[in-house]
């Protein structure tokens, strides 16, 4: 079977853009594929983190990645900073990469903002994130289309060592969705849902319910009126389309048909059922597991699992570059 290589970072509340943009891909995969699912929390620290709070968000992660319906027995699930082979290969790959690459990755341009000077680990982390994908010979990587930039710098530094000594890596291919890879801000529709973003009604969290109906019926749309998808001319309604779209299981011709002449308020107003409705078993799974033992024997588990298959890897590059005795 082909192997399937992601991972989501424990900083912020996880919301429907990364369950819509990745989770459900993960899902989807585990039934044919040989899946590896991480917890990236090394990655968190590129910027200052508060300790316990980075556990307690790290146990969160694992266990949405439970409660959305990954399956241990049919998926490893981990913590990355278990797995002592992903620094390790990181920082091979460093040594095989050129600053100009990283220079030009965009999300280090938005997290950098011009200044002169950035923490070391904002520019490196896509080879962090190049060494957690090759260390399982992954074929495949389920991630959100604003993650392709760095899927293809893997390929790259894979590709670049390769060609000095063949097969040391397997080169990965990038899987994003058709429909829903992309959501976006509800206060912004040019932008990405973010968990980082300033303003909370900006995104949909899958924990935190509050916020949930008000985020939605304040989101941004139009003058028009008219519920019709048109990315161009209608981001908001086309982003709340393609969320309800998700949630409902309807087709999008089908949910403009439904409300036709009916305006934005009963749109967004059923729209808040039908999210809260496809979230809610999500929250009562995630409250049953979250504090339970369960969730440390499956992180365990998934640890001596994925550490098995990264050492295996990690031999074989460094028996390449000739490192080890």
């Given at each position: ?145 604003d993650q392709k930039q760095h899927i ?18 397997v080169v990965p291919d990038y899987r ?50 008219t519920v019709r998808f048109d990315t ?94």
């Amino acid at each position: 079977m082909k192997r399937v290589f992601s991972g989501i970072q424990p900083t912020g509340n996880l919301h429907i853009g990364n369950y819509i943009g990745a989770m459900r891909q993960f899902i989807e995969l585990q039934q044919e594929m040989d899946c590896v699912y991480c917890v990236v929390d090394m990655h968190s620290i590129t910027l200052p983190q508060d300790p316990q709070e980075l556990k307690k968000s790290t146990l969160d992660v694992a266990a949405l990645y439970l409660s959305v319906g990954l399956d241990p027995k049919k998926s490893i699930i981990f913590v990355q900073s278990t797995v002592p082979a992903h620094a390790e290969l990181s920082w091979i790959l460093t040594c095989n990469s050129h600053t100009g690459e990283l220079f030009r990755m965009t999300q280090f341009k938005d997290k950098n903002k011009g200044d002169e000077s950035a923490p070391a680990g904002l520019l490196t982390y896509p080879l962090l994130m190049a060494a957690d994908i090759l260390l399982y010979d992954t074929d495949i990587v389920p991630v959100g289309n604003d993650q392709k930039q760095h899927i293809e710098l893997t390929r790259d530094i894979a590709q670049r060592i390769n060609h000095r000594f063949p097969k040391a890596f397997v080169v990965p291919d990038y899987r994003g969705m058709k429909i829903g890879a992309r959501i976006m801000a509800l206060d912004d529709p040019t932008s990405k849902m973010s968990k980082s973003a300033q303003n909370p009604l900006s995104r949909i969290t899958l924990l935190d319910e509050p916020t949930r109906s008000k985020a939605i019926m304040k989101a941004t749309t139009d003058s028009e009126g008219t519920v019709r998808f048109d990315t161009e001319e209608k981001p908001g309604i086309s982003n709340l389309l393609t969320i309800y779209s998700v949630f409902s299981g309807q087709e999008i011709k089908a949910i403009e048909h439904q409300y036709e002449g009916l305006g934005y308020g009963a749109f967004k107003k059923d729209l808040v059922d039908v999210v809260i409705e496809g979230v809610a078993p999500i929250r009562q799974r995630f409250d049953e597991i979250r504090h339970s033992q369960e969730l440390i024997r499956i992180l365990e588990d998934g640890t001596r699992r994925a550490d098995a298959i990264a050492q295996k890897t990690l031999k074989r590059v460094k028996d390449v570059f000739g490192l080890g005795v």
